[in-house]
């Protein structure tokens, strides 16, 4: 398995609290990413990082941020978790070398907002 | 825009029997896709990619642009094939755009 581990691997809180999710890896890979999986919807990106605080939106990017301060270092960051924000979350990380556009995944992070 | 639609949720087969997981896709440009996997309690992790016409655990998966499709095949399931299937299309900043998923249940 790729060097990407990810921490709380379960969280429950309550709605109206901040929760940060952290992605750790050691491949000093480029892009990093964070998607959520729900059923029926399959994942969904929320945001990518190209680089050391390069970061930008994905689809499903509302009520969340996040930071990238270190190469190693990608923070998903709730400000005020909600209900819908339920789901788990995986984070994978790229080196972007052309024509393979294989992502590795972490384990995921199972977060319950209640 | 780039969609990846699956239009099964659940595929259900017996042991030795073929296997069609069906994905289309809708790109501007030349697409690149992917067939991810997900087996229970582990990783999602990379099946094949078009690009490589490779064939892993006896999947295989053309890309038919007329037909916008990149469906995976399988001649003979095996139980070990049961797990969730994810088709995906490589956007810009290698953005990976998943489909809604497959799950592939092979019975005894």
């Known amino acids: 398995d790729a060097g990407i581990t990810q921490s709380p691997r379960h969280k429950v809180t309550e709605t109206g609290t901040p929760v940060t999710l952290r992605c750790h890896q050691t491949?000093?890979?480029?892009?990093m990413y964070w998607y959520r999986q729900d059923p029926g919807h399959g994942l969904r990106l929320i945001h990518y990082s190209y680089g050391v605080k390069d970061t930008d939106k994905g689809e499903v990017s509302d009520g969340y941020s996040v930071s990238r301060s270190k190469t190693e270092d990608f923070l998903l960051t709730l400000e005020s978790a909600t209900s819908s924000q339920t789901s788990v979350y995986f984070c994978?990380?790229?080196?972007?070398?052309?024509?393979?556009?294989?992502?590795?995944f972490g384990e995921g992070s199972r977060l319950t907002v209640l | 825009a780039q969609r990846v639609t699956q239009p099964e949720k659940l595929l259900s087969v017996f042991k030795g029997a073929p296997v069609e997981l069906k994905c289309n896709y809708s790109?501007?440009?030349?697409?690149?896709l992917f067939w991810y996997v997900q087996y229970s309690r582990q990783r999602l992790q990379l099946l094949l990619r078009h690009i490589s016409r490779e064939s892993i655990k006896g999947f295989t998966a053309d890309l038919n642009k007329g037909e916008t499709s990149f469906h995976l095949k399988k001649p003979f399931a095996q139980e070990e094939d049961s797990a969730m299937y994810y088709c995906?299309?490589?956007?810009?900043?290698?953005?990976?755009?998943f489909g809604t998923g497959t799950r592939l249940l092979v019975s005894p």
């Open positions: 994978a990380i790229s080196e972007a070398r052309a024509g393979t556009g294989e992502l590795f």
């Open positions: 790109y501007s440009g030349s697409p690149e």
């Open positions: 491949e000093n890979h480029r892009y």
């Open positions: 995906a299309l490589n956007g810009s900043f290698q953005k990976l755009v």
